[in-house]
C-alpha cells in the first residue's frame, strides 16, 4: 500500500458569507465567492504549499462550492502534478436552503447549548451527519492508498468544520474532544505527516476553546 508521506487539510479563504451574514438570505451557500482579502490569503497559503510539495505529484480533492474551487485556483500549483477531483461528501454542512439571518443566529445559540456534534439544523445537517460522510470518504480515500501509483501528497480543499471531523475520525477522537475545538482560520493549513513508525501525527493542534468534558473514559 502507496500511502501518502502527507496529508494536507485547507479550509477556503475568506468568503462574502464571513463578512456579511445577510447575504445567505440572498444568494445559495455554494456559490457564495471569496472577498478580496479571501483571495490573498488563499494566495499567501498557495506558496507555502508549494514549499512543501516541492516537484512532488499530489492528489487533490476539492468541496464543490464556489469557494473551495477559488481558493485552489489561488494555490497556483502547477497543473502537471496534480490530479484533483471534486469531492461532493467534503461540502460544507448544510444549514438549510435560503437561510434567515436572525433563525439562523437563534439556531446557533441553541447549537451552543446543545452540542455542535448532535444539534442539528431545521432544514439542514448535524455535526454527526456532516461526520458520517466524511468518514466515507476517508474510507474511499484509505482505499486509493491501495494503488502503487498514488501521489504522496493528498491536499483536501474544504471547509472548517469537515477538517476537524475528518481529524477526529482519523485519530478516534471523542465527541467530547471534538467539542472542545474551534475551527481553524480561513485559509489555515493542518498537515497529517506520516511518521517512521508508520504512524500519522498532526503538524500542530487546533485551537481548544474549553476543555474537554467527557461521560466516560474511552481509550
Not at 436572525?102 to 446543545?114: E, T
Request: glycine letters at 8%; a negative charge.
Amino acid at each position: 500500500m502507496a500511502r501518502p508521506r502527507r496529508i494536507v487539510l485547507v479550509r477556503h479563504g475568506e468568503s462574502t458569507g464571513n463578512v456579511d451574514d445577510t447575504v445567505y438570505e440572498r444568494e445559495p451557500d455554494h456559490a457564495l465567492a471569496l472577498t478580496d482579502r479571501g483571495l490573498q490569503q488563499a494566495e499567501e497559503t498557495g506558496k507555502r504549499l508549494r514549499e512543501v510539495f516541492g516537484r512532488e505529484r499530489v492528489s487533490v480533492y476539492v468541496s464543490p462550492y464556489r469557494r473551495t474551487h477559488e481558493t485552489l485556483r489561488a494555490f497556483h500549483l502547477d497543473p502537471e502534478l496534480i490530479r484533483v477531483r471534486e469531492e461532493p461528501r467534503l461540502r460544507e454542512q448544510d444549514w438549510g436552503n435560503w437561510q434567515d439571518r436572525d433563525d439562523v443566529r437563534l439556531q446557533k445559540a441553541y447549537r451552543d447549548a446543545y452540542g455542535h456534534f448532535f444539534y442539528r439544523f431545521a432544514q439542514g445537517e448535524s455535526g454527526a451527519d456532516v461526520y458520517d460522510r466524511v468518514g466515507n470518504f476517508l474510507e474511499s480515500l484509505y482505499r486509493s492508498f491501495e494503488a502503487p501509483d498514488h501521489p504522496s501528497n493528498v491536499l483536501l480543499v474544504t471547509h472548517g468544520l469537515a477538517m476537524r471531523l475528518f481529524c477526529m475520525r482519523w485519530f478516534h477522537w471523542t465527541v467530547a474532544e471534538f467539542e472542545s475545538l474551534a475551527n481553524p482560520g480561513n485559509a489555515e493549513m493542518r498537515m497529517l505527516v506520516l511518521g517512521d513508525d508508520g504512524k500519522y501525527v498532526l503538524d500542530r493542534p487546533f485551537d481548544r476553546w474549553r476543555d474537554p468534558e467527557p461521560y466516560g473514559i474511552t481509550g
